[in-house]
Nanobody
Framework: QVHLVESGGGLVQAGGSLRLSCGASGGTFSSYSLGWFRQAPGKEREFVATISWTGDSTYYADSVKGRFTISRDNAKRTMSVQMNSLKPEDTAVYYC?????????????????WGQGTQVTVSS
């Protein structure tokens, strides 16, 4: 069982930056690919980014590519996403997630473990 806890959400103006972090307890951290999803009010949860077990591969949704950067530190059991050039449409609850696989499960949202979410609000 893997327990995930997000931190770093908040309110920022458009064009600003935020860094979200996710800490994990339980399980063998390096055995899991990690990533982020988000859910805006009235919308379905959507994939944001994922990073492989060793961090040597990453994949981003088109909507965040070039603005968000995902990273992980297996020694510290943490994962982060640096979000730059934020837009009002990035406003959502952001969820950290973990899965043993690195592939289609991230695109269809069928991952094993979820955090509780952290709110990101971007004002115009």
């Amino acid at each position: 069982q893997v327990h995930l806890v997000e931190s770093g959400g908040g309110l920022v103006q458009a064009g600003g930056s935020l860094r979200l972090s996710c800490g994990a307890s339980g399980g063998t951290f390096s055995s899991y690919s990690l990533g982020w999803f988000r859910q805006a009010p009235g919308k379905e949860r959507e994939f944001v980014a994922t990073i492989s077990w060793t961090g040597d591969s990453t994949y981003y949704a088109d909507s965040v590519k070039g603005r968000f950067t995902i990273s992980r530190d297996n020694a510290k059991r943490t994962m982060s996403v640096q979000m730059n050039s934020l837009k009002p449409e990035d406003t959502a609850v952001y969820y950290c997630a973990a899965d043993r696989a690195y592939g289609g499960s991230w695109l269809n949202g069928r991952v094993e473990y979820w955090g509780q979410g952290t709110q990101v609000t971007v004002s115009s």
